[in-house]
């Protein structure tokens, strides 16, 4: 009983090397056919290569997911190359943003704009595909942990986030009719384990991102010099936050994602999925023990074969 996704068709918006690629890499490894959306050439360049090294196949369907010229002209590529369109992630955004009291208007606006208007519009026109060909598909809308619970200096991304969710809700119920479901999937912070992408940063001399104990500053650190401003967050040491010590990986959303692809997930429609070693579980009184402390979770099944420079 191995999951498989062979002979199926997958679209992924916004391939950046992180989420997007490592979302587009697993469905590909899986065994679908994957098109390649960005509004980056560069990165959809980079997402196929990626994919065709690891032995999958893959088109490109480039373009802003906010216009729906652009939306029809790069979904009806897809049709036209290989027929159909079985399974739609929208996982376009932007991140970051500022905090409502230093958030500007057009910042805001572009920001719900690329969430609010890339996911229906992918969603209205792969969803009419799948309903004129009866393609009983799958749509994942990736949400984030912001979604669900506040951060201080998101307050664009918190919004659209919490709007994607209950989207997915009112999408899964206007397609549950043709056998389409809906659903989204929460990243909480994973650690970016492309290989090309931490080449890159090693080159830059970047520190890989993801959760990090006792960083200062971050998401909602005081700016500016006004007397009345006050921190939002705490920014001294802080103990870890995972029951299980670790996030994951876009490799670990990858797997996930792919599985609620399959028809074993034929009658999930309407939930959220989240890989996240228990994070948002948490009680907020509960501080978890520190990672050397822990078990730990099983090992990663990789998916990206290829080496590091060096290795
Ligand atoms: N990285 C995290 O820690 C994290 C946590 C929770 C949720 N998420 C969500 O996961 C998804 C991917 O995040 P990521 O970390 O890979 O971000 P990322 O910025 O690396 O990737 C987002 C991609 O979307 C593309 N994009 C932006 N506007 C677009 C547009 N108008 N049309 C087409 N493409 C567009 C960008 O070019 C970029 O490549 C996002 O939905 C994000 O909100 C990320």
């Given at each position: 009983?191995?999951?498989?996704?062979?002979?199926?068709?997958?679209?992924?918006?916004?391939?950046?090397?992180?989420?997007?690629?490592?979302?587009?890499?697993?469905?590909?490894?899986?065994?679908?056919?994957?098109?390649?959306?960005?509004?980056?050439?560069?990165?959809?360049?980079?997402?196929?290569?990626?994919?065709?090294?690891?032995?999958?196949?893959?088109?490109?369907?480039?373009?802003?997911?906010?216009?729906?010229?652009?939306?029809?002209?790069?979904?009806?590529?897809?049709?036209?190359?290989?027929?159909?369109?079985?399974?739609?992630?929208?996982?376009?955004?932007?991140?970051?943003?500022?905090?409502?009291?230093?958030?500007?208007?057009?910042?805001?606006?572009?920001?719900?704009?690329?969430?609010?208007?890339?996911?229906?519009?992918?969603?209205?026109?792969?969803?009419?595909?799948?309903?004129?060909?009866?393609?009983?598909?799958?749509?994942?809308?990736?949400?984030?942990?912001?979604?669900?619970?506040?951060?201080?200096?998101?307050?664009?991304?918190?919004?659209?986030?919490?709007?994607?969710?209950?989207?997915?809700?009112?999408?899964?119920?206007?397609?549950?009719?043709y056998g389409i479901r809906v659903n989204s999937f929460t990243p909480t912070a994973p650690n970016p384990d492309n290989p090309e992408l931490l080449a890159q940063w090693k080159r830059e001399g970047r520190t890989p991102f993801g959760l990090r104990p006792g960083a200062a500053g971050g998401l909602g650190a005081p700016e500016?010099?006004?007397?009345?401003?006050?921190?939002?967050?705490?920014?001294?040491?802080?103990?870890?936050?995972?029951?299980?010590?670790?996030?994951?990986?876009?490799?670990?959303?990858?797997?996930?994602?792919?599985?609620?692809?399959?028809?074993?997930?034929?009658?999930?429609?309407?939930?959220?999925?989240?890989?996240?070693?228990?994070?948002?579980?948490?009680?907020?009184?509960?501080?978890?023990?520190?990672?050397?402390?822990?078990?730990?979770?099983?090992?990663?099944?990789?998916?990206?074969?290829?080496?590091?420079?060096?290795?």
């Open positions: 009983m191995d999951v498989s996704l062979e002979g199926k068709v997958a679209l992924v918006t916004g391939c950046g090397p992180n989420i997007g690629s490592g979302i587009a890499l697993a469905l590909a490894r899986y065994g679908a056919k994957v098109a390649v959306n960005d509004v980056s050439k560069e990165s959809v360049d980079a997402c196929i290569a990626r994919i065709e090294r690891n032995g999958g196949t893959a088109m490109a369907a480039p373009g802003d997911v906010t216009d729906e010229e652009t939306v029809k002209g790069y979904i009806g590529d897809v049709l036209a190359a290989w027929g159909k369109i079985d399974i739609l992630v929208n996982n376009a955004a932007l991140l970051g943003g500022r905090g409502v009291l230093d958030e500007t208007a057009e910042a805001f606006h572009r920001a719900v704009t690329v969430s609010s208007m890339g996911t229906f519009l992918n969603t209205k026109h792969v969803g009419r595909s799948m309903a004129e060909r009866g393609v009983k598909g799958s749509i994942v809308c990736v949400s984030s942990s912001n979604g669900w619970n506040g951060s201080a200096g998101v307050c664009a991304y918190a919004f659209h986030k919490g709007g994607v969710n209950n989207f997915v809700r009112a999408a899964a119920m206007d397609l549950a009719p500016g010099s006004d007397e009345w401003r006050r921190p939002a967050r705490f920014d001294g040491p802080r103990n870890p936050m995972v029951p299980m010590g670790t996030t994951g990986t876009p490799t670990d959303i990858g797997h996930a994602v792919a599985w609620l692809c399959s028809d074993y997930a034929r009658l999930i429609t309407g939930i959220d999925l989240v890989v996240d070693g228990g994070a948002r579980a948490k009680n907020f009184a509960y501080v978890p023990a520190a990672p050397a402390d822990l078990a730990g979770p099983l090992p990663l099944i990789t998916l990206d074969s290829t080496l590091l420079p060096g290795d």
